[in-house]
């Protein structure tokens, strides 16, 4: 992403284009923006340059949101020592994720060189209840498959993969997915994910009633909670619409309520807020 922002801020010095970077990233928009518009409901708030609008907020909600950015970015050096007191919640183990290209006859006999890739490659890593870990790497490197594989959603090659000290990588199929309910994933892409057929309220839902948690009139009660949660209010505007109908912004809301609906133990976000 940095190298396309300065790439375009290359182009709008060499061509004297305009530009418009539509974002809530309050550090990119102040690393590359000259000035600021902040909206909230609908209108512009508050307008201003990037200096002064970072250093001198006027409106509530700029200085909500610069004040949440510098509450994720507080030293959490001493949280993470008494984390680490406790037994991991998830253990990976030289874990190997490896595919090998089919080849035709010929390109067998002609070319001996190793047709393996090599996706994940001996990863070993340790994640503690209450902890949060940054995965992060270059496009192509592996932390999708990574993620895909510590849910059993791709068998690994090799290695270990333990959640709550149980091996899941020997599970059947039964057992596996009495576990994925204590582990969920939200994925990069959001409209992909939620099926275009079912309304936001019966997305929502669905993973209550694939587990047996729920009856359907509790899992109604749930859902709205939930969707009261992650901000998609009011509830009775969103429960019976469909994931097209939503921004994009909305989908992912969506898709992080359905991720947390079963209360799991672990959560997998691979680029949430893409």
Do not use: W
């Not at 609908?42 to 509530?60: A, L, N, R, W, Y």
């Not at 959640?163 to 020997?170: D, M």
């Not at 901000?231 to 359905?258: C, K, M, N």
């Amino acid at each position: 992403s940095a190298q396309i922002l300065q790439e375009l801020t290359r182009l709008c010095s060499e061509r004297q284009m305009a530009l418009i970077l539509i974002s809530h990233d309050l550090a990119m928009v102040s690393e590359y923006c000259d000035r600021i518009a902040v909206m909230y409901a609908g209108k512009i708030v508050e307008m201003g340059t990037t200096q002064s609008v970072f250093q001198h907020p006027q409106h509530d909600y700029t200085k909500s949101l610069l004040n949440a950015a510098l509450k994720i970015q507080k030293d959490d050096t001493d949280d993470r020592a008494i984390l680490k007191q406790n037994a991991p919640i998830l253990q990976l183990q030289d874990l190997k994720q490896h595919y090998t290209l089919e080849q035709n006859f010929i390109s067998r006999l002609l070319n001996s060189t190793d047709q393996t890739i090599r996706a994940v490659d001996g990863v070993d890593l340790n994640l503690y209840p209450g902890e949060t870990l940054g995965l992060v790497g270059e496009s192509g490197c592996g932390k999708s498959t990574l993620s895909r594989t510590v849910l059993q959603l791709l068998r690994p090659t090799s290695g270990s993969v333990k959640f709550l000290g149980q091996e899941l990588t020997n599970l059947d199929r039964r057992s596996l997915r009495q576990q994925r309910r204590q582990i969920q994933m939200v994925f990069q892409d959001p409209l992909a994910c939620l099926n275009p057929r079912m309304t936001i309220g019966q997305s929502i839902a669905d993973p209550l009633l694939i587990h047996r948690l729920a009856t359907p009139e509790k899992a109604k009660l749930d859902v709205k909670a939930m969707l009261e949660r992650v901000g998609l209010t009011p509830v009775e505007d969103f429960y019976d619409r469909y994931p097209a109908e939503l921004s994009g912004g909305q989908q992912q809301r969506v898709a992080i309520a359905r991720a947390l609906i079963t209360r799991p133990k672990l959560v997998i976000c691979d680029e949430p807020v893409s």
